[in-house]
C-alpha cells in the first residue's frame, strides 16, 4: 500500500512582476480573491484532502504570509469586545494545529524545481502534494482531494491537466501522452514550454501535483531548462518509466490569478458563487455589461 498523502509544498518566493505595481511591497499570494488571499485558497483546499503539514518555500518580502497564519491576539480582543462573534468564529475555523507550518527560503530565484529541492528535508521520504496558489480552481470537489484520490488509486505521480489553445503551450509544462481514457492520461514525457510548433500535445500542467520524494535527487542535479531554470517539469519527467504517472482532467475551472485576466475572472466567479454577495454582483453584471 501506498504511504498516505500528509505533506504540503507552496512555492511562495516569487516576485509577482506580472502583477506590478500591486506586488512592489506586498506578497502576490497575499491578493484577495473576494476577501480571502490567495495563500487561503490553497492551505484550505490541502486541508480539505486531508493534508496537515505545510511547507511554504518563501524569500524576501514574505513574512506576511507566515503572519497570516498566525493568532492575531489583539484583533481578536478587539472583536470580542465588539460582540462581533461571526468574525471570531471564523477566524477560530481557519486555524491551523500549532507546528503546521514550516517555511525555508529559496535565496536566489532559481525555478521552481530549485524552489522544490528547498523543501527536501521537509519532504524527507514521503509522497507530498505541490500547490502553487496563482492557480485558483473553481470545482465540486478540491482539485487536491480529485489528484490524492488517483494517488490512492495508483500511488504514483499525478498531475492536474487541462487543454490549452495550442498558441498557449509556451506558457505551460505540457504533456506528451501514451494512452488517455479521457479523464486519467498515462504520460510518456513532459517537455516545459515548449514552442506550439513542438508542442507534443496541447495538454497542460496547472498548479496541482501529487509528487514522489525520489523527484528531489533529480532536481537536486540543478539541471537548467526552459529560461535557464530548474524546472519542476524536467524533474518530473525523469520519473516516467520508473513510477506510475498520471495526468487527471480534473472537473472544475481552473483560474490563473497570476494574470490580470484570470485574476479579475476569478474575482467574479467566486463572487457569483457566494450566497452573501452572489446576487447583487450578478444584478450589478447585468445592469453595467450592456449587450
Ligand atoms: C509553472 C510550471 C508549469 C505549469 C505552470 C502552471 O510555470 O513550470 O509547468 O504548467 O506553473 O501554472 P510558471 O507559471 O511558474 O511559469
Redesign the pocket.
Known amino acids: 500500500m501506498s504511504k498516505p498523502l500528509r505533506k504540503a509544498v507552496l512555492p511562495v518566493a ?1 516576485l509577482g512582476t506580472r502583477f506590478l505595481p500591486a506586488t512592489k511591497a506586498m506578497a502576490k499570494e497575499m491578493l484577495p480573491v473576494v476577501d480571502k488571499p490567495l495563500i487561503q485558497y490553497a492551505i484550505e483546499e490541502a486541508r480539505a484532502a486531508g493534508i496537515e503539514q505545510f511547507c511554504m518555500v518563501t524569500g524576501r518580502g514574505k513574512t506576511a504570509l507566515v503572519e497570516h497564519f498566525d493568532i492575531a491576539f489583539e484583533l481578536e480582543a478587539t472583536l470580542r469586545q465588539r460582540g462581533k462573534t461571526a468574525e471570531l468564529k471564523m477566524l477560530h475555523d481557519q486555524q491551523l494545529p500549532p507546528g503546521s507550518i514550516v517555511t525555508v527560503r529559496q535565496q536566489e530565484p532559481l525555478g ?1 524545481g530549485h524552489a522544490i529541492w528547498c523543501a527536501r528535508a521537509f519532504i524527507g521520504e514521503d509522497p507530498f502534494a505541490i500547490l ?1 496558489p ?2 485558483l480552481v473553481l470545482s465540486e470537489t478540491p482539485c487536491m482531494q480529485q489528484l490524492a484520490d488517483v494517488y490512492a488509486e495508483t500511488g504514483g505521480c499525478v498531475v492536474a491537466v487541462t487543454e490549452v489553445p495550442r498558441n498557449q503551450t509556451n ?4 504533456l506528451d501522452i501514451e494512452s488517455d481514457d479521457g479523464r486519467l492520461v498515462a504520460v510518456k514525457g513532459l517537455v ?2 515548449p514552442k506550439p510548433a513542438d508542442a507534443p500535445s496541447n495538454l ?4 496541482r501535483y501529487v509528487m514522489l520524494p525520489q523527484v528531489i535527487e533529480y532536481l537536486a542535479r540543478m539541471q537548467r531548462g526552459a529560461g535557464n531554470e530548474v ?3 524536467d524533474g518530473m519527467a525523469q520519473l516516467i518509466g520508473k513510477v506510475p504517472f498520471h495526468g487527471l482532467r480534473y472537473e472544475g475551472r481552473r483560474f ?1 490569478c ?1 494574470d490580470r485576466i484570470g485574476f479579475l475572472e476569478a474575482q467574479i466567479a467566486f463572487a457569483l458563487k457566494r450566497p452573501d454577495i452572489g446576487p447583487a454582483v450578478r444584478a450589478f453584471l447585468k445592469s453595467y455589461v450592456k449587450p
Open positions: 516569487g521552481l502553487l496563482d492557480d506558457r505551460y509544462g505540457i516545459e514550454k497542460s500542467i496547472i498548479g524546472q519542476l517539469t490563473d497570476g
